[in-house]
């Protein structure tokens, strides 16, 4: 097995990773003249911003996900290529993967970032993480087991101990799981599970520092707080998370709450190549980048998106990992390639801070532009249509476009499946008979 | 833990199984007056008619199933209850499951039917069947992960292994498999993956007796054999599996097709529940039942759908197992049921034949209807009108039909996504990384 790349004459491009920033980089260059290798461990680009809604049963994970191959179908000079890239040999000037080894003439480096447990086993073992649309359909399948599991039970503390949920980070993610959360809580369990008591479903939500969305606004800040209150989200600010365990979370307050359910929101890490020289890694693990995205120590290998430490007047420790920062730097990136090409200069990046936002309910929105801070209904239908924008795929902004539709009019999340996986050798339905909790299935 | 469902002064009404059969009963049943468990392995009613298009990656895995709770949450005398039902125990009556025991005033026993092997274990542990959702992700993904291992290999015979496909089985669900295989060989391998010759990838299909679709007219199953034909499908009527390894199948022709991919579709059994009287048992494992549906040697359990024996003039060996079989049964049984409570007596149950129908690919199926016989457009139309219509669920039949039509009008199935399960433990994205065949994902 090999990457199995025909030899051309062109200058061969290698893009590791194909989310915002290598999925936008590779979109940029074709018909550029490159012959472009786009590597990702997975067949297809996903939409990180929409992960909560397939854990919330609202979407399909085909709707946040596109196929690499279809997309690039038109460009016979791009290949896409299924592989883990475990590191890179500047003197050769190769990439090593589980498929082999491939020679580049210029590398980027769009590895992303992974869930940081911070070094804690108990968080590792014991939460579920929320980075990849696997791990948002694990986290669907618990809820929903969890909630049949809740109707089984007699005894009230097994109960809750099913039904609570603790999400740790107040970051976007945790606050808009913490509120669709609090509104599956008022408007999906009580009609679907007469036999459970709704009231008692607690949500809790942990943050460690004075205020949720560090990012963004006080106000909108004040704002999302105000939200989760009213929905009866319980917001634990200033609060760290000491210990998990299988079925109780322990805080700094000295406070237990008991639950099997723990979701670990509270932060990534970068997820570099090895094989760099030293100064490319900064003490966080990400790669340190020049202001023309081009890795420290080096000439012919470029680095971006949250995998890349660029740091800026406005953000001296490295521009946030968003996906529009990773969109700017693979449209720059693309333009001084072919500058390049052409022995052109070009201005360093600069990072055009168009603003953040975060949804915590249906209306409920919070949005920052520059001095502008909206909330409410028009932040929500701004949210709404950004990420419809930004979806790949004509067929997929339809079909999120009808659920979102469909959910509002009817307060409804319409695929509430627990669909286990099938494991071979396990003959005929027996996959489908183990009840045990590995994998996730849609 | 224990099924925990509440005693009433109404008569207890036990359903084991939510397929066409027990899902249809429950509809049937809402405000009867009994108190209806409706018991299922999964959370939800699948959709057999169309797991083919969900491996094929034309239909989301969520437009085909359907939430249980969802559909009964008006009805609070219905309660879902999801088990694996393990006996009977007709002296007690009460059956006994994973989460328990349970007391009942009257079983009805509509647990289906499961992939029959024939007791060959190289059968079962190297062939993938297609009995259910799950079975069918699993599916999807294998084909995926063996088109993006045909382009890093670059030994010709290693590349016929991962793309040559063999089907076992010539009814509608191995014809209807083979017909969308030609069609992905014809329209998507050539653009997905330049790197490949889709002109190599054989697709076979297997059928023991002389014609395919048994169950339909000999027209039919003429004009289907000819669609295939000239989609160049290799059709090999009269021919026998004698062996299936890990990279070939032994026909006993004497023929050896090497690949990796053999499709399970040439039979199944039915899934009974021990415990009944022995003459409830016929010889192939269904259950022996009376022309009201009631269960040999019984008379408070009655069993319809697949699982059940019910022979008839027209079908001496008892009915086949269609669907509408299942709902003709169920709606019957519902109405015997509620005439009992009146005292009242029913005539016997009689089959309704309303005929049978394949699809082999765009503007491709056949139909049988009494004497008549359509194929082509018309029939493939009517064949798309009847499945919408007989989806569950509005939100899904929306969907769908955007999905066809899509695939219609670009010749594409739209969702070539091989996910991944994730597996709690392994930390962060190792879910993501694992090469690993067991479990599929959407």
């Known amino acids: 097995m090999s990457f199995n790349v025909p030899e051309v004459q062109e200058k061969r491009l290698v893009i590791v990773g194909a989310g915002f920033a ?6 940029k260059l074709r018909g550029s003249g490159f012959q472009v290798v786009l590597i990702d461990r997975n067949n297809f680009h996903q939409f990180q911003p929409l992960y909560y809604q397939v854990a919330m049963s609202g979407l399909e994970p085909s ?7 279809k997309n690039f179908r038109s460009d016979s000079r791009l290949l896409v290529r299924v592989a883990e890239i475990t590191s890179v040999d500047t003197e050769q000037k190769q990439i090593h993967s589980n498929i082999g080894v491939l020679n580049y003439d210029i590398l980027v480096i769009a590895s992303g970032a992974t869930t940081n447990y911070f070094g804690n086993d108990s968080f590792a073992s014991n939460s579920i993480p929320l980075k990849s649309v696997s ?3 694990y986290l669907r399948n618990r809820i929903l087991e969890d909630l049949e599991q809740a109707v089984l039970v007699r005894d009230e503390s097994n109960k809750d101990l099913l039904m609570d949920i603790v999400i740790v980070g107040g970051g976007p993610t945790g606050v808009e799981l913490a509120g669709s959360l609090a509104e599956m809580k008022r408007h999906i369990v009580p009609k679907d599970y007469p036999d459970l008591n709704a009231a008692t479903m607690d949500v809790h939500l942990i943050q460690n520092t004075a205020r949720l969305l560090n990012g963004m606004s006080e106000k909108s800040s004040q704002v999302a707080l105000e939200y989760l209150n009213r929905m009866g989200v319980h917001v634990h600010l200033n609060t760290m998370v000491e210990k998990i365990e299988s079925e109780s979370v322990y805080l700094n307050s ?6 099997r359910k723990v979701i670990w929101a509270a932060g ?9 020289p030293d100064q490319a890694y900064h003490r966080d693990r990400r790669i340190v980048v020049d202001d023309h995205c ?3 120590g080096t000439h012919d290998i470029f680095c971006i998106g949250d995998v890349s430490y660029f740091p800026s007047k406005a953000f001296p420790n490295g521009l946030p990992g968003l996906a529009p920062v990773a969109m700017q730097q693979a449209r720059y990136l693309a333009k001084l390639l072919l500058h390049q090409k052409q022995n052109q200069k070009l201005t360093p990046f600069r990072y055009l801070d168009k603003g953040q936002m975060a949804t915590i309910g249906r209306s409920k929105a919070v949005l920052d532009f520059g001095r502008l801070h909206l909330s409410g209904f028009l932040a929500w239908m701004v949210w709404l ?10 067929r997929n902004r339809i079909v999120v476009f009808i659920n979102w539709v469909w959910s509002y009019l009817f307060y409804d999340q319409a695929l509430r499946l627990n669909i286990k996986p099938y494991s071979p050798g396990a003959h005929s339905n027996e996959g489908k008979r183990s009840n045990d909790r590995s994998g996730s299935s849609a």
């Open 22 to 27: 290598g999925f936008t980089l590779a979109n």
């Open 63 to 69: 709707s946040i996900c596109f196929p690499l191959r």
């Open 135 to 137: 791990e948002a359909l």
């Open 254 to 259: 000295g406070k237990v709450i008991p639950t």
């Open 268 to 276: 990534v890490k970068a997820s570099p190549l090895p094989g760099l």
């Open 294 to 296: 081009r890795v420290a």
């Open 385 to 394: 249509f950004i990420h419809i924008y930004y979806l790949v795929g004509v």
